[in-house]
């Protein structure tokens, strides 16, 4: 056999699957070939579709070495990611990137490392798809972008001059029947399609799987069933676990834990498969079996940490919810302090479940501090702002609770010309209106002013005895020297309702200067409210008196001077309480 008819045979046996044959062909065709990089190339595929990654890599970097071409680039990158070397991966993507050759084949895997890396869509599209390809690979490589520019029926067409131009182009079998099956709803032509496959490569395990599905769609379950069978015997692991995804969408809740089971069996460092398994045992509310798999989730990453599905912020607070549910608050707790520190990039929820936790176990003020580092990362959240105003209430901090209350009120997306149906609440109108923009908030604006008018009496007294505080201190220091002050501290103590000081304070107010007929007029309410009447009247013809002498020439409404206050009350004002009492006495 020649040397080119031993690649030509490697190739076939590694479309049909033999892959023993291929790696045998390939070996006795680099013995007299050494230069041939697609040689090297193919033989890496063949290790990393049998997972034998460190021997790819060793073919691909031999490839490279030889010729470095953009697909040697992007399998050998394919193969550090399964290795987990991010870096080495990253390195090799971007020299895709760096390439600048024409050709169809590189610019198709210069895009689909654009793909991986995020970066912009930098490819013409137009000028590509002008390209006339010369053989199957370059119809192959067309039919991508014509599949990115939308042009299915363009796609479908190369792959099948693609298929004409080799019989045997599995990848070529595959592209046509996902495009049959997802964009054209041509189930028998797909079906078609894997068969070919199938008949080319008996072992080809994703044929088989596909078929499998696309058989269930259509209601053909025993077909179904033996194609799932005869996957699972090309491998296990994966055959289970495909399987098991079926019967879940089949809400056989039971068979798909069994076969995630077995899939388990054969691969125990899946945790993927532990993962899906865990979401069923939560249906049954098997919470035990569903915290025991998460646990082993953290074990398996804690050993070899991964960018795999899923990540260990999503574990732990799935654990801590199921923690959660079995009343086991303390530990569902620190799962949840594990969930934020695992999430770089920070988002509310998390922040929000702890928060209610530990409500639960009376620890307010780490509640708090978990809103306002929710609210720090969504400040339009007024969910979290009236949960936070209501703790703030509960520690007496007033002031706060109506700041968050106010926040509430000012945030711009309370609009009453709201089109997604949260329109805002009027305050002239009981109608239970949603706030606009509440993230899907159930609290309505009625609420909001419901608590701030609640709590804003409690804010007054705060306030009154912050100026009491303040008055105490300045009296302390001056204790003769300033009546108006006493008047003023005796009227603040007289509306939190202590009233015995607030006529202490009067009496001093009048001892340091008795024609003060500001305080005389204070004393004489208090003294009313107190059912000395005998002693409001005198109080009140003190006053008039007191005017008398002073020829009273100022208007009322003129802002009380501490130098002047003979000003106020006015004497209409004194004549009025005087009556008011009057009639009172008469009445009883």
Not at 10 to 39: T, V, W
Not at 125 to 150: C, D, K, M, T, W
Not at 326 to 343: E, V
Not at 546 to 558: I, Q, V
């Amino acid at each position: 056999m020649s040397i080119e008819n031993l690649y030509l045979q490697a190739k076939d046996s590694y479309y049909r699957g033999n892959n023993k044959n291929a790696i045998d062909h390939l070996k006795r065709h680099l013995r007299f070939a050494p230069n041939n990089s697609e040689a090297y190339h193919l033989q890496g595929q063949i290790y990393l579709n049998l997972s034998k990654f460190e021997k790819a890599l060793v073919n691909f970097d031999r490839a490279v070495k030889i010729a470095p071409k953009a697909k040697y680039y992007y399998n050998r990158a394919l193969t550090h990611k399964r290795l987990d070397e991010a870096s080495a991966a990253k390195k090799d993507f971007e020299k895709i990137i760096d390439l600048r050759d024409k050709d169809l084949e590189t610019l198709y895997y210069r895009a689909k490392a654009a793909l991986v890396l995020q970066d912009k869509d930098f490819q013409d599209y137009s000028s590509i798809l002008n390209v006339q390809p010369h053989n199957a690979e370059e119809y192959y490589y067309r039919a991508y972008f014509n599949i990115r520019s939308g042009k299915i029926e363009a796609a479908i067409s190369d792959y099948t001059r693609a298929i004409s131009l080799n019989p045997n182009y599995i990848d070529a079998y595959h592209g046509r029947a996902g495009l049959l099956e997802v964009e054209l709803e041509d189930l028998d032509g797909a079906i078609s399609d894997y068969n070919s496959i199938i008949e080319l490569n008996p072992r080809h395990f994703y044929a088989y799987v596909v078929r499998a599905m696309i058989r269930d769609k259509m209601g053909r379950v025993v077909e179904a069933q033996l194609d799932c069978d005869r996957a699972i015997k090309i491998n296990p692991a994966l055959g289970y676990y495909y399987r098991a995804k079926m019967r879940s969408q089949q809400q056989d809740i039971d068979g798909a834990i069994s076969d995630y089971t077995n899939s388990i069996q054969a691969n125990p460092h899946d945790v993927e498969v532990y993962y899906l398994r865990s979401c069923l045992w939560l249906k049954l509310n098997e919470l035990d079996r569903a915290i025991a798999d998460y646990d082993r989730i953290i074990a398996i990453k804690k050993v070899k940490p991964d960018n795999h599905h899923p990540d260990l912020k999503e574990v732990y607070r799935l654990r801590g919810n199921a923690k959660q549910k079995k009343g086991d608050l303390r530990s569902a707790i620190s799962d949840l302090s594990q969930s934020i520190h695992h999430n770089l990039d920070k988002d509310t929820y998390v922040y929000n479940l702890r928060a209610k936790l530990w409500i639960k176990v009376g620890e307010i003020d780490n509640a708090i501090f978990d809103y306002s580092e929710s609210i720090d990362i969504n400040p339009q959240d007024i969910e979290i702002y009236y949960r936070r105003a209501k703790l703030w209430v509960e520690q007496g901090e007033i002031n706060k609770a109506i700041a968050d209350l106010d926040c509430i009120l000012s945030i711009k997306t309370a609009k009453p010309d709201s089109v997604d149906g949260n329109i805002i609440y009027s305050k002239n109108n009981n109608s239970g209106y949603l706030i606009y923009g509440a993230n899907n908030s159930s609290v309505t604006l009625k609420e909001v002013y419901q608590l701030r008018e609640q709590i804003a009496p409690q804010q007054k007294i705060r306030d009154l005895k912050t100026e009491i505080i303040e008055l105490n201190q300045f009296i302390s220091q001056n204790p003769d020297l300033n009546a108006y002050k006493y008047t003023m501290r005796g009227r603040l103590l007289a509306e939190i309702g202590q009233r015995d000081r607030a006529m202490t304070d009067y009496n001093s107010s009048i001892r340091i200067n008795p024609e003060n007929t500001y305080t005389y007029y204070l004393r004489s309410q208090l003294w009313h409210r107190l059912g000395q009447i005998d002693k409001a009247f005198a109080d009140l013809d003190r006053i008039l008196e007191l005017k008398r002498l002073h020829s009273d020439t100022r208007k009322a409404s003129h802002i009380i001077d501490a130098n002047r206050q003979d000003v106020y009350p006015a004497i209409a004002d004194v004549y009025k309480f005087k009556y008011q009492i009057n009639k009172e006495q008469v009445s009883l």
